[in-house]
């Protein structure tokens, strides 16, 4: 099973809402990641957590709340957004992180992602 | 901080060969990546290099110059389907982050 899965694949709130994005993998991953993309932009990083700890958290809002329930899952809570936010909404997930020898490459594998609509 | 920049759009003919620019500048480095990204879709890993030199992987190559802070990525034998969006990712020495570049909109024309 080499997939990331992502719940749910549309997401339409308003901006008082409460809602969360849901990220799997079986893979044995222990590092995973949120990333934001805009249309015809790279993804963003947001959030990194490894070994189930939180790493790297890129100045995210506080309106956006991560959690690492266990090594498989990543959730991401929102709210109180706003419209600007409205984005895709990507996770990831990679063997580990610190130095890798090849031919571990440590690439990252992405799911489909979460089209967020905030209204 | 990371600095990575590839041409916005290229355009190029089915069965021809195009090379997609990167240059990166960045305060540490542990390896760089190459996605390919279809419209609508997730990114999916097409290469990797961490040493200096050229990765062959079928119709594709990738290419470091670690020195210089410049790879590309080779494209040959285009197909109409090898249009997408390829992106040039730079990880830091600590492995924790890999950060994406611009972006390079690759159409493929008959």
């Known amino acids: 099973d080499t997939e990331v899965t992502q719940t749910p694949k549309h997401l339409v709130m308003g901006m008082t809402n409460k809602k969360s994005l849901k990220c799997e993998q079986h893979m044995g991953h222990r590092a995973m990641y949120w990333y934001k993309q805009k249309a015809k932009k790279p993804p963003e990083l947001m959030f990194v957590?490894?070994?189930?700890?939180?790493?790297i958290n890129e100045s995210v809002p506080s309106r956006f709340s991560p959690e690492c329930p266990n090594s498989s899952l990543l959730n991401l809570h929102l709210h109180a957004l706003q419209p600007e936010d409205s984005a895709l909404y990507l996770c990831?997930?990679?063997?580990?992180?610190?130095?890798?020898?090849?031919?571990?490459?440590?690439?990252?594998?992405f799911g489909e992602g979460s089209r967020l609509t905030v209204l | 901080g990371q600095n990575i920049d590839q041409p916005t759009e290229m355009t190029a003919t089915e069965g021809a060969i195009v090379q997609i620019n990167c240059t990166y500048q960045t305060s540490g480095f542990n390896g760089l990546f190459w996605y390919q990204q279809h419209a609508g879709e997730a990114p999916t890993f097409l290469s990797y290099n961490v040493l200096d030199g050229l990765e062959e992987k079928g119709r594709f190559s990738s290419f470091l110059s670690r020195s210089k802070g410049y790879s590309y990525l080779l494209l040959k034998e285009l197909q109409m389907k090898d249009s997408a969006s390829y992106l040039c990712?730079?990880?830091?020495?600590?492995?924790?982050?890999?950060?994406f570049g611009t972006g390079t909109q690759l159409k493929v024309e008959l």
């Open positions: 990831a997930s990679s063997q580990g992180t610190g130095l890798l020898l090849t031919p571990n490459t440590g690439e990252l594998f």
């Open positions: 990712a730079v990880r830091d020495r600590g492995g924790n982050k890999l950060t």
């Open positions: 957590y490894s070994y189930e700890k939180l790493s």
